[in-house]
Structure formats: C-alpha cells, structure tokens
C-alpha cells in the first residue's frame, strides 16, 4: 500500500475504525455463544432468559456499531455487560463460572477507553464487583438453581473469555502492524518530499547562477559610466535579453518541477518528447553568450540542424545548460567548447566537449556521489554547488540514457550522454 502525496496518518479515525471492528466480532461472537449457552441451559428458565437479555445486549451493541455508529457504543458494551455478569453471578453463584466474564470487561475498559478518567473508573469499578462477587459467592447461596448441564457450561464460560480476548489481541496486533507500515510509508513520502524540494532549490540557485552573474556585469559596466550611448543602448539589450532568458529558465525549472512532482504522483518521471537538440544547443548557446564572451571563450555547436532525440524537454535542456555551465567554468581564454552528436544503433550519443584544466581520477570518482561531492572554483573563481552532474546523470537515466565523463588533468574534459533517436 502506498500512501497518496500529501495524505497523512489519521490516528485517531484509524484507532476508531480498529476499535468498531473488535467490538464487532467480540459482539458477534459472544451474541453466538450466548444463543447457545442458552439453548443448553433452558431447563432453568431464570438462566435461559438471563443468556437471552445477554444476546440481546451484544446484538443490540452490534446494531449501535453496524448501524448508528454512535459513540454511546463504546460505552453501553461494557457497562451493560459488566452490570449482567454482576446480575448472573450474584443470580447462579460461582458454579457456571460466568465470572470469568469480567475479565472481558475488564480488558475492554483497558485497551479502548478514549477518556482517562473513563479508563481508571471502569477499571476500578470491575475490581471492586469481581472483589464482592467472589466476597458474596462465598457466604450467600445463589438466588436459582443451576442447569443440569452446569459443568458443560462452566467450560464454555471458562474457555469463551480466553478466545474473546486472544481475538481482540489477535486484531489489535494485526492493526497496530498495520499502522506501523502506514507511517513507514508516510515518513518515506515525507522523505521524497524534502528531497525533492532540497533539490529543486539546489536546481534553482544551480541553473539561475548564470544567467544573473550576466545581469550583473552588464549592470555594473553601466554604473561606471564609462559608456557611450550607443553602446549603453547595446548593453540594455543585452541585459533586457539576459532578464528574458532567466524568466524563461525559472519557467522552465518550476515546469519541470511542477512535471516531477505530479509525475511522481502517476509513477512516471520523465514526459517524452520528440526534441530538436539542435536548436535546444543553439538555445543554450545563446544564453550563455555573455558570460562565454567575457572569458573570451568560442562556444560551437557542430550539431546537423535536423537532429532529434526522444526524451523530458525540461530536464535534457537543464543538462545542456548545465553541461555548458560546467565547461565555461573550467575553460581559460581563447579556448573553445564543442557540442556535437554521434550515432550509435538505435541511440544518439551527444558530447560537451572543453579544452580546460580537466581533473584527475579521484575527481573523476567523485563526481557522482552526494556524499562526497565538492565544489571546485573555476578558472574565473566561480562557485557551484556540486549538484549539477549528479542531477544531470539522474535526469538521463530517467530518460533511458547513460552519462560518462573522459577528463584527463590539464588537457580538458568530455561530457557523453545517449538518448534514444
């Protein structure tokens, strides 16, 4: 069983709901047994009718639980009951064995009292008649003379609070097991739930860091007033350009995130689309123009124009960008990036090529794993969050694709992932 998103464990109503269906079967069950206490016993017609009125309280409990639903339920059964075996045992004394009843009672006043002080009075209550009942049995002769059969009945008011209980114990089991797996469940959403908002704000500082640090140049090359007009007017294109593309990222992010979080709900992560990556490179190119002009960096997209994939649009454009982020951090000036394709059967392999500083094996080995990611500063000291890679590799094998890094220190790192044509 699966708990839906956002449904929450009602105790309360599950302890309720356990509650009736005991009371239920102990109604049913002891209805049963009294019927047929009562058949065997009707030589003596004071006990035959006293099995009868215990009958009619079960069955009456049984219609309040079925029927009515009312809380009045939980209290008439073991009053009522409690006040008959007080009635029956004062009435036949100790020979029917029908004390044995209380601890029924007893155990019913335990386990499904909602109020404390309800709990505490009827327990106490139920020592005290047990305390007097046997006080009374032992110096006062019953009131009617026993069946014939009292031995055989004596077995069966010895034996029946046994199976009562065992039955209640039995469904108290199962249903608190019951409710430890619910809230197992629950506490595993609850867990998806923060990662998933732990990793949609790392997506969002991740894939916004660019696209401001833009702004923010053109911003402050403006405030020196070192300008001209006509290349003022040039730069507030720009930026009104940059503002545009980070609009649009953010869309793009809270889409994807809207996607995955409702896909979750359908068991499906990924929307497959059929995708230009052409155009889809010649996108991310475009944003990252800037920032790749003041590293004096040449971005390339050696991509043929007709070239499709199938896979999420959100996420295979968050990779692109990401990939391109990564490979302008860790490129010097004068160097270049390189977007290109490759066929491979009944997949498409793409590649993000830089010329940069590269990484060594143990960065390499590192790279993937959460727990023992880092952040290193590129070559312009720009920060990251160490995030990037593992959502991007997460992301493709979602979309039934693979991603592997080629970096050697100092002679520059390839980035492949494959898609499905």
């Not at 997506?203 to 923010?216: C, E, L, T, V, Y």
């Not at 609009?247 to 929307?271: E, P």
């Not at 059929?274 to 002009?293: Q, R």
Request: hydrophobic share 45%; net charge neutral; proline share 2%.
């Amino acid at each position: 069983m699966q708990a839906a998103p956002g449904a929450t464990f009602d105790g309360i109503a599950f302890a309720r709901k356990s509650y009736v269906k005991v009371m239920n079967i102990v109604c049913m069950v002891s209805a049963s047994l009294a019927l047929l206490s009562a058949y065997i016993g009707r030589d003596s017609m004071p006990y035959f009718f006293s099995l009868i009125g215990l009958a009619g309280i079960f069955l009456f409990s049984l219609l309040f639980y079925l029927v009515f639903k009312f809380s009045l339920a939980r209290y008439f059964v073991p009053v009522a009951t409690t006040l008959w075996i007080f009635y029956i045992c004062i009435a036949f004394g100790s020979s029917l064995g029908n004390q044995n009843y209380l601890v029924i009672a007893l155990v019913a006043f335990a386990v499904f009292s909602k109020k404390g002080w309800y709990r505490v009075t009827g327990i106490t209550s139920i020592l005290a008649i047990a305390l007097f009942v046997n006080i009374y049995q032992r110096y006062h002769p019953p009131f009617y003379d026993a069946p014939k059969a009292a031995d055989f009945l004596f077995v069966i008011n010895v034996i029946t609070p046994m199976i009562i209980i065992v039955l209640m114990c039995w469904n108290l089991m199962k249903d608190v097991s019951k409710a430890q797996k619910i809230i197992e469940q629950q506490k595993l959403s609850l867990s998806d739930s923060n990662q998933f908002k732990d990793k949609l704000l790392s997506i969002i500082g991740h894939d916004m860091r660019s696209p401001f640090n833009s702004a923010k140049g053109l911003i402050q090359l403006m405030e020196n007033d070192l300008l001209t007009k006509t290349e003022r007017e040039a730069l507030l294109k720009e930026l009104h350009a940059d503002v545009d593309m980070s609009l649009k990222t953010l869309d793009n992010i809270l889409n994807w995130a809207s996607q995955s979080y409702y896909g979750s709900v359908l068991n499906t992560r990924t929307k497959t689309e059929h995708l230009n990556i052409y155009e889809m490179v010649e996108m991310t190119i475009s944003s990252f123009n800037y920032l790749a002009a003041q590293k004096g960096i040449f971005l390339r997209n050696l991509i043929a124009p007709a070239t499709f994939a199938l896979g999420d649009r959100e996420q295979i454009i968050f990779i692109i960008r990401n990939l391109t982020s990564n490979a302008l951090k860790f490129s010097r000036e004068g160097q270049g990036i390189d977007f290109d394709v490759a066929e491979d059967n009944d997949k498409l392999i793409f590649s993000v090529k830089d010329h940069g500083i590269g990484m060594n094996e143990r960065t390499l080995s590192s790279l993937f794993h959460i727990a023992t990611r880092f952040s290193k500063e590129g070559t312009a000291n720009e920060k990251g969050s160490g995030l990037g890679l593992i959502f991007c590799k997460e992301f493709i094998e979602y979309n039934n694709g693979n991603l592997w890094i080629e970096s050697e220190e100092g002679h520059g790192t390839t980035v492949y992932f494959s898609l499905l044509k």
